[in-house]
């Protein structure tokens, strides 16, 4: 297969990144970034965009089989809510758009606990926003990875994260599944699983999957 990856540059994409490299049945990844990775691999193409002039539809990065979309930011990176919808909502949508001009046939986001377009907080509307709109593509497979707190070692630290990651871990023997933590690569093999696998329809994999360590 051939797979497109946004997002490698984040904690889940990392890992999305370097278990889609391991994976036999990967014959190359396309993963585009605003800066060079410091990843070499011989099966990984990395192109350096500007993500408010992506390439057309018509363009030979979009001629792919699959899409694992692992971007996102933060309000306080953002800097707005106009911005932060952008970068959540808008490029991925725009992406995936593309792709299935391409001729993917997959397509994989990670996506968030409590995404709702009618949910009040504006990070899960969005989120709930963007799952709505992919829906209407014709995508033969779309999973929607929804973790909650994701676990491990970010490269800028998150002060909200890492209280709440202290408070959920030492709460987490007596809270549900959905509630608890999720390792950011157990996130990552959910995504990876879902666009190799491609399994035919509309998927969810929640947060109390997301908690199980890998078999």
Request: proline share 8%; charged share 20%; glycine share 8%.
């Amino acid at each position: 297969m051939k797979i497109l990856h946004i997002g490698a540059s984040g904690l889940v994409g990392g890992f999305v990144l370097s278990q889609l490299l391991a994976d036999a049945r990967v014959a190359q990844v396309v993963a585009p970034t605003r800066r060079a990775l410091p990843t070499r691999h011989p099966r990984l193409d990395n192109p350096v965009l500007d993500f408010e002039r992506l390439p057309p539809a018509d363009a030979s990065l979009w001629r792919v089989d699959a899409v694992i979309c692992t971007l996102g930011t933060t309000m306080k990176q953002a800097g707005s809510r106009a911005r932060f919808r952008r970068v959540d909502h808008d490029y991925p949508l725009q992406i995936a758009r593309s792709a299935l001009h391409g001729g993917a046939y997959a397509f994989a986001l990670n996506s968030a606990l409590g995404a709702d377009p009618g949910a009040r907080l504006f990070y899960s509307r969005v989120k709930g926003e963007l799952e709505q709109d992919l829906r209407q593509l014709p995508y033969p497979s779309l999973t929607f990875v929804r973790p909650g707190l994701i676990g491990g070692q970010r490269g800028r630290a998150r002060l909200g994260e890492r209280v709440a990651a202290i408070v959920l871990g030492a709460a987490s023997p007596v809270l549900p599944r959905r509630w608890r933590i999720n390792p950011a690569e157990q996130v990552a093999a959910a995504l990876v699983d879902a666009a190799v696998q491609a399994l035919p329809g509309r998927h969810v994999v929640d947060a109390a999957r997301l908690h199980r360590p890998p078999a």
